[in-house]
């Protein structure tokens, strides 16, 4: 069984900051990949970052030079730095990570619960 579970979203105010966190635990011998995407209503859900076991990030064209993901693997949790935060990015936010699975010996995906990010105007 794995679990992700997500935390530090909030309400802020344009121009403002938050950061989120995802840890990863469970019977899962390694983690790959691990990402943040975000959904609104009506919308499909959207990459914002990822970031792979040796550090390689990619960003959304919407939020590069403004968010910053990290990895802590000794932790298995990865973070999303939001800054200067725009009223377009109000949306849920939901981690992935890409996990070797103990029982199987093979990789899946696993995604948190989401947490709800709201920037005012």
């Known amino acids: 069984q794995v679990q992700v579970v997500e935390s530090g979203g909030g309400l802020v105010q344009a121009g403002g900051s938050l950061r989120l966190s995802c840890a990863a635990s469970g019977s899962f011998f390694s983690i790959n990949t691990m990402g943040w995407y975000r959904q609104t209503p009506g919308k499909q859900r959207e990459l914002v970052a990822t970031?792979?076991?040796?550090?390689?990030?990619n960003y959304a064209d919407s939020v590069k030079g403004r968010f910053t993901i990290y990895r802590d693997n000794a932790k298995n949790t990865v973070y999303l730095q939001m800054n200067s935060l725009k009223p377009e990015d109000t949306a849920v936010y939901s981690c992935n990570a890409r996990v070797l699975l103990v029982s199987t010996w093979s990789w899946r995906d696993y995604w948190g619960q989401g947490t709800q990010v709201t920037v005012s105007s």
């Open positions: 970031i792979t076991s040796s550090d390689s990030t």
